[in-house]
């Protein structure tokens, strides 16, 4: 197989392949989560639940008190990288065209140089984060293979189309196709790690919150 022929693989069946996966392993996920059930809580609500629900989701974006100052890196770190992948991938005009493709949705794009300067703070930022897990001991004992792993699901994409647009490295068709393989294989196996949190982090916060505001929990 050339470059072209592996091009056309990851632009086509590989495609295909890892849309079906995600789909599928999104709908299980979501059925497995929300039939675990729940039992009913027969007591009255010290307060109002909702409210609660949606004070907990907002207040859990922000950093608890002091964890700011004695963690810095996580928060700055985790911030710019989140903010920064989100615009790489909806207001690049490539994958913009790609999600009108998909799904017949579109809307304006972002400058390129705009585009690339995000991409390096991004991967400056995940490389930071990396580095400050890996020398913080507390961190690096909590961290497990799957830690790491997903970091490279999430790395390699950004990197290699940075590669791929600025022509670096490899020879251009090589170096997109890897690009799109490595999304490809971020999209495939999303639902089966730690990066589902991209489903559930919002759905979980909001139950927190009002499961705490029925017992009367200071949120």
Do not use: C
């Not at 911030?79 to 490539?94: E, K, R, S, T």
């Not at 300067?117 to 020398?135: E, F, K, N, P, S």
């Amino acid at each position: 197989m050339n470059a072209l022929e592996f091009l056309a693989w990851v632009r086509g069946p590989g495609l295909d392949l890892a849309l079906a996966v995600f789909a599928l392993g999104v709908v299980w996920r979501l059925i497995e989560i929300y039939t675990l059930g729940r039992k009913p809580d027969l007591a009255p609500p010290r307060r109002v639940p909702a409210a609660s629900g949606w004070h907990t989701l907002w207040r859990r974006m922000l950093p608890p008190p002091g964890m700011f100052r004695r963690s810095p890196v996580s928060y700055v770190g985790g911030y710019v990288f989140h903010l920064g992948l989100a615009i790489v991938v909806f207001f690049f005009i490539p994958h913009i065209q790609l999600i009108k493709a998909l799904l017949g949705l579109s809307w304006p794009g972002l400058p390129s140089p705009v585009i690339d300067a995000v991409t390096v703070v991004t991967l400056a930022a995940m490389v930071v984060v990396l580095i400050d897990r890996v020398r913080r001991p507390v961190k690096r004992y909590l961290s497990t293979f799957e830690d790491y792993f997903v970091w490279v699901l999430t790395f390699l994409p950004v990197l290699t189309g940075y590669l791929a647009v600025k022509h670096l490295w490899l020879p251009y068709t090589t170096m997109l196709a890897l690009h799109i393989l490595s999304a490809e294989l971020l999209i495939a196996l999303l639902p089966f790690t730690k990066l589902f949190h991209a489903f559930t982090a919002w759905g979980s916060r909001w139950f927190n919150g009002e499961i705490n505001a029925r017992r009367g929990v200071p949120v």
